[in-house]
């Protein structure tokens, strides 16, 4: 299981996590499908969760979910974790989980290192998310 504080960006399906969702926002259409992002956490890190068609219905905040085989990655300038095509994610309990909002690793910006064939940190865009404002 990766910490999201562990994530980097890649082309790759093999991030298997388990987060809390704090809050999901607005449902939007792409051609037939509807789309929305979710501020996931886990006891060391935040990120910008993609949720798409059913997965926008499933989820609310306070769940617990699972990620199987995911991927971070750029969607529209911004970095998120999403299911893809590959993954798989689900609901596997509520409420039970101690976390953090910062860093959020969706608001980093990464640079590729072609010396390391890999993306890397280059500066913090925002300790917080910018889309979804800190809980009080």
């Excluded at 299981?1 to 607005?26: C, F, H, R, W």
């Excluded at 893809?84 to 689900?90: I, Y």
């Amino acid at each position: 299981m990766y910490s999201l504080k562990d994530i980097v960006p890649a082309a790759e399906n093999n991030i298997n996590t388990q987060v809390i969702v704090l809050n999901i926002g607005k449902t939007a259409s792409e051609g037939q499908n509807k789309t929305c992002l979710a501020l996931v956490v886990d006891e060391i890190a935040a990120v910008h969760f993609q949720l798409w068609g059913d997965e926008c219905d499933a989820f609310e905040p306070g769940d617990i979910i699972c990620l199987t085989n995911g991927i971070f990655s750029c969607n529209r300038r911004s970095w998120v974790l999403r299911a893809g095509k590959r993954g798989k994610v689900e609901k596997v309990g509520e409420f039970t989980m101690a976390y953090v909002e910062t860093p959020n690793m969706s608001e980093i910006e990464w640079v590729h290192d072609t010396s390391k064939s890999k993306f890397v940190q280059k500066a913090v865009i925002s300790p917080h998310s910018c889309i979804f404002p800190p809980l009080p």
